[in-house]
């Protein structure tokens, strides 16, 4: 009965091979696919042809495994496509709103705002004295003998004062002096 099943089975094979391909390709336009679910589909005939009735059309059999088969490739490929189409949109959009948001941007102002923030925390950390000494000299433009007369303190207090804040400025914006200088010098 082996012999004879095995017989039928690598006639049904060699007769029908070629077309259930072509049959496959026809919806899923890829070759190695479509001989994977006809190789599929034949080994499904051959595991359950005894659980298959007396006289059952095994070319139809087969034919709807192949079928199935293809719709499910076919659904899962669209479902992908649609995937990645999304996908591809997130992307896009993302880039977009990159490219405005970098268009947008204006280096120098954050530089100049990050800078400032630190040189606010540096002269919030200074002592009353020493900051009232910078302030009169670097913001209202006095000389070092206007500030000693306007506070009541000697020109050596003024510069022992003005020697401290530069120091903690100095220290507050180690990092950010390099490019300071290069632009004081190369861009202003």
Known sequence: MQAADLQLFNELYAKNYSKFVRFAYSYVRDIPTAEDFVTEAFMAYWNNRHSLKEGANIQAYILTIIKNKSLNYLRDTELRRGIIEKIGKQAEWEIGMRITTLEACD?????????????????????????????????????????????????????????????????????YLPAILYISFFIS
């Open 107 to 175: 280096p120098n102002e954050i530089f100049s705002n990050e800078v400032q923030e630190i040189i606010d925390k540096a002269l919030a950390s200074m002592p009353l004295k020493t900051l009232e000494v910078f302030m009169l000299s670097r913001y209202k433009d006095k000389t070092y003998k206007e500030i000693s007369e306007e506070m009541d303190v000697s020109v050596k207090t003024v510069e022992f004062h003005m020697s401290k804040a530069l120091t903690i400025l100095k220290k507050e914006l180690k990092d």
